[in-house]
């Protein structure tokens, strides 16, 4: 056996106890549904600010989802718009703040779902903008476009997650 296949049986048997792991695992089950399946290189922004903010999302580790550690429980922290609390949800699909930039990336994703396999209609959420992957319909290509357009939305909103 060469060692160049010996590496790749080892880098095999690594991966797929990584996975079973990964599969079974009682942490980070916020971020395993939204990278279910290990050792494949993420899609990340080129600015730095941009790809620091969504690994915290993905991690679950944003300053949107610390809040009820920043504050007492009790008291979560209100967005600037005053109309909702400040998380994830608010943030991506309803803050007032961000409506032009979220009407450009309605539309672009939209687009791009009606170009896919996808029959339903789209409905734009928080896991379909962090890992479009999940959706077994969308594309490879698909998939890294609505990356892109949620990386655009993340820069133009100017917020450090
Ligand atoms: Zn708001």
């Given at each position: 056996m060469t060692t160049g296949a010996c590496k790749c049986l080892v880098r095999k048997y690594c991966t797929c106890h990584w996975q079973r792991k990964w599969n079974i695992t009682d942490s980070g089950r916020s971020t395993y549904e939204l990278v279910?399946?290990?050792g494949q290189k993420p899609q990340l922004p080129s600015r730095r600010n941009t790809a620091i903010s969504f690994v915290w999302i993905l991690l679950h580790e944003s300053n949107l989802h610390r809040q009820p550690y920043r504050l007492s429980a009790n008291t979560p922290q209100l967005c600037i718009c005053g109309q909702s609390i400040d998380d994830l949800e608010h943030f991506f699909?309803?803050?007032?703040?961000h409506d032009k930039a979220r009407q450009k990336l309605t539309s672009d994703i939209t687009s791009v779902w009606n170009d896919s396999e996808n029959s339903e209609k789209c409905r734009i959420s928080v896991p379909l903008l962090l890992a479009p992957a999940v959706n077994s319909n969308l594309s490879t290509s698909d998939c890294r476009t609505i990356l892109s357009c949620t990386f655009k939305f993340l820069q133009q909103s100017g917020r450090i997650l």
């Open positions: 279910p399946t290990v699909l309803e803050c007032n703040q």
